[in-house]
């Protein structure tokens, strides 16, 4: 089982922990060869399973800065308090027995002055949402199509996804040293010609009142990168926004993701430019 480092000065904010499986569970003739034989939405997600797992064999070989905002939101929805951080950040991975273990290393770059003991949300591993998608996880949700969106002048596949209840989930609420697996639903925006993930969005099911916590919504963008030495175009995070609302707490954190790097140079990176 994939397991996410975090750690928070706050209990309050010991949740917004994504723990990650990744295990291959396609074998030969798993699914239908002909393309013609499988319907235009299986056949996108299967075809997204590749992009994921392209996605995530990427996003292991760079690092990048990731610039944090924390904020926490007054009753009125105003902003009572700021903190901002930037950090180098990679992902590091390991081989366990039953799956990969995940571990997001932060090495601080620069970070606000600590002033009051304000309690605020610490988010980590949405940067890997759409791991959904991945073959390990795609039986523990169901799937439709959504009317396509125009995005920059690409027409995009919407695909909604929604947990199914008592099966694995890929995210988990960590409160009080335990976790509570989460019922997320949400939509995905997927290129019909890659199949790369553009944009995912989501949020609970429903409210989890019993362990205080009443609302959860994320939204996470990636683009293409290019880097010099390399002819693959990577597709990786740019933003991931999450909001949070307990029954005493709001919260909401952003994460950029900027100059990114591969480990095999120190070539910096070029976000692509759309046509």
């Not at 291959?24 to 798993?30: F, I, N, P, R």
């Not at 980590?124 to 791991?131: D, H, P, S, Y």
């Not at 095999?264 to 070029?270: F, K, L, M, P, R």
Request: net charge neutral; glycine share 4%.
């Amino acid at each position: 089982m994939t397991r996410q480092s975090s750690k928070s000065a706050d209990p309050l904010a010991r949740w917004a922990r994504w723990a990650f499986i990744c295990a291959v569970l396609l074998s030969a003739g798993a699914r239908p060869s002909p393309a013609d034989s499988v319907a235009p939405l299986e056949q996108l997600l299967h075809r997204s399973e590749k992009s994921v797992e392209r996605f995530w064999q990427q996003f292991a070989d760079v690092s990048c800065n990731e610039t944090v905002i924390q904020l926490k939101l007054g009753k009125s929805g105003k902003v009572t308090y700021q903190r901002e951080a930037l950090f180098d950040y990679l992902v590091m991975l390991e081989l366990h027995s039953d799956g990969i273990g995940v571990t997001e290393s932060r090495q601080a770059k620069r970070e606000s002055a600590k002033g009051e003991n304000v309690p605020l949300l610490v988010t980590n591993g949405f940067a890997t949402m759409l791991l959904v998608f991945h073959p390990y996880y795609q039986n523990s949700f169901e799937f439709e199509s959504l009317p396509d969106e125009v995005v920059n002048g690409t027409s995009l596949k919407r695909i909604h996804f929604r947990h199914v209840k008592g099966t694995r989930s890929p995210s988990a609420l960590q409160l009080r040293g335990r976790e509570y697996p989460l019922d997320l639903e949400g939509t995905a925006w997927i290129d019909p010609d890659s199949a790369t993930i553009s944009r995912i969005e989501s949020g609970l099911e429903s409210s989890l009142e019993d362990v205080g916590l009443r609302t959860l919504h994320c939204d996470v963008r990636y683009a293409p990168i290019r880097f010099s030495t390399s002819k693959e175009e990577y597709w990786l995070p740019t933003t991931a926004e999450i909001e949070a609302e307990t029954t005493r707490q709001h919260w909401r954190n952003l994460h950029r993701f900027t100059d990114y790097k591969r480990f095999s140079t120190d070539a910096h990176e070029e976000v692509a430019k759309k046509p």
